[in-house]
C-alpha cells in the first residue's frame, strides 16, 4: 500500500478528523502496514511502548493478564478503533496486552517518530494529546467497568 492511501484513510478517520494536512503527513509517513495471524499477541503487558495502531480489518482484544487464571477481557476492538496510548506517556509501557480474535490488518505507527515531532512542534504534540485522553480515559472506564463486573463480591453496591 502507497503511503497516499494511507494519508487519505487518516484524512477521513473520525479519530483525525479535522487534523492538519501538514501532521496527516507526518503520521502517514510514521506508519506501515501490520499483518496479524489469530491468537498473535501483538504486545504484552509491561513491555516498552513505542507504537500505536489503527485497526483497518479483523479484531484485536483488549486484556489484562491475570496472575492466575484466564486473562480478562477489557474489550474488543475491530474495523478503524485506534489501539494502544502507552507509546505516548511515561514510561512508556503497555498497560494492557492485545491479541488478535482474528487474522487483522493494522497500521502500526511509530510513536517514537510522532514524539519527536511532537517535541518539534507543540500544536501537533497538543492535538494528538486532546485525541489521545480522550481515548485513555475510554479503555480505563472499559477497564474498570470490566474488573468491577468480574468481582462483584456480596453486599457491594
Known amino acids: 500500500m502507497s503511503k497516499q492511501p494511507i494519508e487519505d484513510y487518516l484524512s477521513s478517520h473520525a479519530f483525525f478528523h479535522e487534523l492538519d494536512d501538514r501532521f496527516l ?26 507504537k500505536f495502531y489503527l485497526l483497518r ?12 487464571g ?34 487483522s490488518e493494522l497500521l502500526e505507527l511509530d510513536g517514537r517518530a510522532i514524539l519527536v515531532h511532537c517535541e518539534e512542534d507543540p500544536k501537533f504534540g497538543y ?5 489521545f485522553a480522550g481515548l485513555m480515559s475510554e479503555r480505563l472506564d472499559a477497564a474498570r467497568q470490566k474488573m468491577m463486573d468480574q468481582w462483584d463480591p456480596p453486599g457491594f453496591a
Open 25 to 50: 503527513k507526518i503520521l502517514s509517513n510514521s506508519s506501515a502496514v501490520l499483518e496479524i495471524k489469530k491468537g498473535d499477541i501483538l504486545f504484552h503487558q509491561g513491555e516498552c511502548a513505542d
Open 70 to 103: 484466564p486473562t480478562l477481557e477489557i474489550q474488543a476492538l475491530s474495523k478503524d478503533q485506534i489501539l494502544g496510548w502507552s507509546w505516548l506517556i511515561p514510561p512508556y509501557r503497555w498497560h494492557f496486552q492485545a491479541r488478535a480474535v482474528e487474522d
Open 127 to 131: 492535538e494528538l494529546l486532546k485525541r
Open 57 to 68: 480489518n479483523g479484531q484485536v482484544s483488549v486484556q489484562v493478564p491475570a496472575l492466575v
